[in-house]
């Protein structure tokens, strides 16, 4: 027994390579051409995307015009969702100093091979026809592709800087496939509601990734302390992440949401959240300090957190100021998290998250699962009309005898279904990466872009040696020699 342990410590153990010139390209290729395989077998065009098929569908429910093809009411809206998925989520990660590439290359890596999975998987749950076998996709699909990879990009928030890019490959693989497991029965056997996903995306992914970073907890991290952090540019390209995702975050929300009511209402809850979670960040992270100067930190991330807060209820008619209330209660729930609760997490669980993705979409997301269901649960016929909660809720079918009691109580429980999946599937995949074949950087080469980029040599400083020339570096050098001063010009 002691021989296998030792024989398992060494295994664990051994030296880190970084090296991923033969497993990077090798899971590109191959799991690439997987996707052109299983797209040929399975994936075909929907009636409105297929020719033949659209022009018996505008026949046959007599559609004159192609504009009421619901292409043109959805694609607004996907394309504000995939700019945060690619633009939004990816600057966001460029925080670290020396990590940009990374935080920019891998997210734009892992989010490519995601939403081909994520059509397959969500597929393969939710719309494979018996008859045929195959799956019908249009722009609702893509929509749920790109929220589908949104789980594992917040997995990555966690684990950013310490795994490799095969590992990232690894997570979103097995991510995407347990986000459409948890999605099938949250939203199919349950019933649950959760247009913006703070249930299915936000808690999921949140814990999914910081079960993964516990399992893979680094006891010499503070060995690459000097690169955990940030300098004054690489802030500045992380708020362009966060002011694309506060921007659109009304139209992620509100993307798949139903015509008519539902679309707007969704989309005016989650401005106000939104609005309102930047008040309160500001606030606590002003207060926080002892000459009230802010956090980048909390700027950048707590302000985000009314809009996933707002992800379930969005759709509900939580009423305006309901929605402010939310934000108001994430933004300071969320800037503590930063302040006071990811230190706690790190020094007393052994859990390195590092954007802190605990703060921003784990708690956030299990509050909005909540909110969800209280907001459902106390729904009445005098606030929706009778057909209103039908139409909100979806009371048919098997679910027509439902009350907004019970239904409740199912979003409820679809928030525990979203936690566990992430804190089991987490685990799970954590041990999976712990094996040392991933080509992950030892604990004193994180954050640092050199490990897996050709970084270009930083650019030689020449200081300016005009006299009027604020920005002088060298302000107290002897600039004599200078042939040209103000006074001459």
Known sequence: MGNLCECLGNFFGRQKNTNVRVSLPAVCFIWQIAMIILFGIFIRYDEESDVKKWLEHKKSANISSNIENDFYFRYP???????MIFVGFGFLMTFLKRYSFSGVGFNFLIAAFGLQWALLMQGWFHSLD?????????????????????????????LLGKVSPVQLMVVTLFGVTLFAVEEYIILDLLHCRDAGGSMVIHAFGGYYGLAISWVLYRPKLHQSKSLNGSVYHSDMFAMIGTLFLWMFWPSFNSAITDHGDGQPRAAINTYLALASSVLTAVAISSLSQKKGKLDMVHIQNATLAGGVAMGTAAEFMITPYGSLIVGFCCGIISTFGYLFVTPFLEKTLKLQDTCGIHNLHAVPGMLGGFVGAIVAAFANEDVYGKEGLKHVFDFEGDFANRTPGTQGGFQAAGTCVAIAFGIVGGGVVGLILRFPIWGDPADDNCFDDDVYWEVPEEEEIIP?????????????????????????S
Do not use: R, W
């Open 130 to 158: 018996p008859v045929t076998g195959t799956i019908s996709i249009g722009i609702e699909s893509l929509i749920n592709a790109d929220f589908c990879c949104a789980g594992s990009l917040i997995a990555m928030g966690a």
């Open 77 to 83: 809206s996907f394309q504000d969702v995939h700019v």
């Open 464 to 488: 300016p040696v005009l006299e009027y020339n604020n920005h002088m570096i060298h302000k107290h050098q002897d600039i004599s020699e200078s042939n040209f001063s103000v006074e001459q």
